[in-house]
């Protein structure tokens, strides 16, 4: 569909993105509801422009249960010095805000998954509706975008900020210059195990310098996890020019996902025992992880085993898994 035969975003901001100065306001999204008549998601966010130079655009929560993000920018909103600050930092600290207030991955609203939810629509759900207002309004006026994700309740991942093999080398070789700037202690080319829908591929579509994070997971956040993000967000800025001061990194090591044999599904349910922890080697045929079936006693448990030579760098959690669920992801250091 062709944007012209969209409607306009139902989302008004309360902000001025053109004006010079602090401003704290909403991303206001009608939504009528029993509890309120003509009510609205207010969505928060922050706008800090000091004159000309390049806009980064900040986000964390577009998945409710992933709190670095949310801890670096509802940080960074009220310390950022403007006039520190040249060009322009958009930051929405809880892109899915309803799914961030109920703590969940997914809308409890739609359901809907926001990073899956891209282009979006301006008629659809709440969802829906968000991707688009990020789509149609935030993203071009973006130069550099950072999205933080974790593991969430589900997984847990070693700390790496990462981005993506794509079509475009100049604009792959300047994102891995910002994942090299973020400085976190794992830095990831990323395989995704679909990039249909995701924000992350809208971004790139649109020729946008895109970096994401995974910092830890199993739904909420580490001193050391948060204190990465809060770093790693402030080299961004420095490495796109927009504060000043020297890049704060530690050493980091490079992982590859060179294939889909890079994930372990589980093929059965049970209870989880893992074999091997976050940032531990593992060979080919390394048994991962053991799923016990709880019906009974006396069963086998089930082998998840390595498909390549690497580190583990994620894992299912907590401590049951279904079959279909991502068990654990194998990345190869470079
Ligand atoms: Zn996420």
Redesign the pocket.
Known sequence: MSEQHLRASPISATVDFEADGVQHGFLRLPYSRDDSAWGSVMIPITVVKNGEGPTALLTGG??GD?YEGPIALFDLARTLDLAEARGRVIIVPAMNYPAFQAETRTSPIDKGNL?RSFPGLPDGTVTQKIADYFQRVLLPLADIVLDF??G?KTLDFLPFCAAHILPDKAQEAKAFEFVKAFGAPYSMKMLEIDAVGMYDTAAEEMGKVFVTTELGGGGSATARTAAIAKRGVANVLRHAGIIQGEIEAEPTTWLDMPSGDCFAFAEDGGLIEFLVDLGEAVERDTVLARIYPVGRTGVKPFEVRSKMKGLLTARHYPGLIKPGDCCAVVAVPV
Do not use: A, K, P, Q
């Open positions: 577009n998945h992933e990073n994700h974790s969430g």
